[in-house]
């Protein structure tokens, strides 16, 4: 895909990946739609995104759990972008506890976002990317996609349930030029999960590193797809 110009929503932008997703785009030359549910922290990202130099960036407040707000958000993009080519299903939410110390408002909340927000930013998507003859949608799953921890039932849920819907909707869109692909990031140096960003933690994945396999993924020449990427740190601490 040839990105100058093309229109992009990155969900969960104004952070941690999806910052480091959008930065990239915009240095592509992508206009970028980033969205998430703080105000503040999407007008700081946003302004910061627009001395990027290259394309530009807009932002919209917007909860993914909630389909009315995905339908205004979709809509507020192409509106102000003029289409939709590329959607980063990146926004995500980490809560780490046993089943039974798990509350059912906190599993539904992983599940919600994780899962139910890809769906709602797809059913909202495609259309417009059927519009303009295709486009590209790239969901960050993550490693616990495949690989089961304890204290991860939730998330572990989330992500397998990514996995799947991605490998269909793939298959469902592909003859429509709609390519999908989903990344399984290792651990990646973010307040993910309540955590901070530090020093100590320099050994694992950057928002860099995978910003520059989102990149690489749209530049793939229109008849190949790799479809689901594994990433990881090459030199985690030994066990
Ligand atoms: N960090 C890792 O080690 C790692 C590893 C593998 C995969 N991942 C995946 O990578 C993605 C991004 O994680 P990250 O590490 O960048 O986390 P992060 O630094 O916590 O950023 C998460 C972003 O998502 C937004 N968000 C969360 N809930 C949302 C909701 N309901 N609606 C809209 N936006 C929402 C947040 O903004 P608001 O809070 O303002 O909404 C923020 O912009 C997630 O899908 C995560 O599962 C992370």
New binding site residues.
Partial sequence: MDLQNKFALV??????????IAEALVREGVQVC?????QD??DE?VEQLNQSGGGRALGFI?????YG?VKALVDHAVKELGGLDILI??????IFETVEETSPEDFR?VL???VC?VFYCCHEAIPQMKQRGGGYVIN?????GVNAHPRMAA?NA??FGLNGFSEALMQEVRHDNIKVSY???????????G?L?SDEKSW??T?ED?ARVVVDLLHHDDRSLPSRVEIRPSKPPKK
Avoid: W
């Fill in positions: 969900t969960g932008g104004s952070k941690g990946i999806g910052r480091g980033i969205s998430a549910r703080h922290e999407i990202a917007c909860d993914v759990r909630d707000q299903n990146n926004a995500g939410i980490g909340a919600e976002t994780n927000g960050i799953s993550s490693l616990a998330y989330s992500k990344i399984m990031p290792g651990s990646v140096n973010t307040e993910f999960g955590d960003p694992q994945l928002p995978i």
